[in-house]
């Protein structure tokens, strides 16, 4: 059974740092990209960032581009996201979402709980 | 980038009935749309991919069509258990994105 289990989240300063992870166990980890996506309180769906199985590649959202990194140890299953210089906008639930794959066609095929960031002062 | 937008924004339907959603892309993205279920409080649910293709365990109510900018997805005969809010989401170029949600209530 496919499980995704982030961890992480909690309250911080504008302006501050904080890094999530996601926990992978049910499947082959590094053979999979991974995505984080975002949902802030009572909004939309907003993908922030990819990542490729072998972590070579990786793709950003304007909106945190060269803030946020995304990184993974295929070692211990495990995907992380580090933001740094958050801002209130950042406020949001993130999911980590596992990418499935078709041919050239690509979906999120399974997502975790999601990790409650907030940002106040 | 791709912008997609959802229409309608809500929706009041009843049990039994058929309903579609209408997800428009600013640019052509063939048939690299995806489409999600998210209930209050839950993690989204991959419904659909390559716009007309059920993930497992869906149940064959739902169905997707269309291609290129103007994709659909329509509920037939709507269960208790469907009342949520339905995303689409592009794959066809990063960044991806989703369009903006449709609630579908109950009547």
């Known amino acids: 059974e496919v499980q995704l289990l982030e961890s992480g989240g909690g309250l911080v300063q504008p302006g501050g740092s904080l890094r999530l992870s996601c926990a992978a166990s049910g499947f082959a980890f590094s053979n999979y990209g991974m995505s984080w996506v975002r949902q802030a309180p009572g909004k939309g769906l907003e993908w922030v960032t990819y990542?490729?199985?072998?972590?070579?590649?990786?793709y950003f959202a304007d909106s945190v581009r060269g803030r946020f990194n995304i990184s993974r140890d295929n070692s211990k299953n495990t995907l992380y996201l580090l933001m740094n210089n958050l801002r209130v906008e950042d406020t949001a639930v993130y999911y980590c979402?596992?990418?499935?794959?078709?041919?050239?066609?690509?979906?999120?095929?399974?997502w975790g709980q999601g990790a409650l960031v907030a940002v106040s002062s | 980038d791709i912008q997609m937008t959802q229409s309608p924004f809500s929706l009041s339907a009843s049990v039994g009935d058929r309903v579609t959603i209408t997800c428009r892309a600013s640019?052509?993205?063939?048939?690299?749309l995806n489409w999600y279920q998210q209930k209050p409080g839950k993690a989204p649910k991959l419904l659909m991919f390559a716009a007309f293709t059920l993930q497992s365990g869906v149940p064959s109510r739902f169905s997707g069509s269309g291609s290129g900018t103007q994709l659909t997805l329509t509920i037939d005969s709507l269960q208790p258990e469907d009342f949520a809010t339905y995303y689409c989401?592009?794959?066809?170029?990063?960044?991806?994105?989703f369009g903006q949600g449709t609630k579908l209530e109950i009547k």
């Open positions: 640019q052509t993205i063939g048939v690299y």
């Open positions: 989401q592009q794959s066809y170029s990063f960044p991806y994105t």
């Open positions: 979402a596992k990418q499935d794959f078709r041919g050239y066609l690509n979906f999120f095929d399974y």
């Open positions: 990542i490729s199985g072998s972590g070579d590649t990786t």
